[in-house]
């Protein structure tokens, strides 16, 4: 079992930075990858960032060189630096990690950039 927890959402101005953090308990030794999902009103999830346990990472292209994703060595927790944000970004962001054959999610943290 792995629970998972964002913060760091907010209302920023378009141009602005947040950082998003997502805390992960339990079984976290079994976590080898985590990911950034985000689902805009209307729209379906989509795959924002993702990092392994070794440090690789992958990124959408539409966030490629503005958002960056870092974890901690242990792995409890995950983050991702958001800069140059754009109102098309606005969205509620879930971090995710597949554990065998099973999804985790957490709840969420709404992200808005004001024009």
């Known amino acids: 079992q792995v629970q998972l927890v964002e913060s760091g959402g907010g209302l920023v101005q378009a141009g602005g930075s947040l950082r998003l953090s997502c805390a992960a308990s339990?079984?976290?030794?079994?976590?080898?990858?985590m990911d950034w999902y985000r689902q805009a009103s209307g729209k379906q999830r989509e795959l924002v960032a993702g990092i392994t346990r070794g440090g690789s990472t992958n990124y959408a292209d539409s966030v490629m060189g503005r958002f960056t994703i870092s974890r901690n060595i242990l792995m409890s927790t995950v983050y991702l630096q958001m800069n140059s944000l754009k109102p098309e970004d606005t969205a509620v962001y879930y971090c995710?990690?597949?554990?065998?054959?099973?999804?985790?999610w957490g709840n969420g943290t709404l992200v808005t950039v004001s024009s």
């Open positions: 339990g079984s976290i030794l079994s976590i080898n990858a």
């Open positions: 995710h990690t597949l554990v065998g054959v099973r999804n985790y």
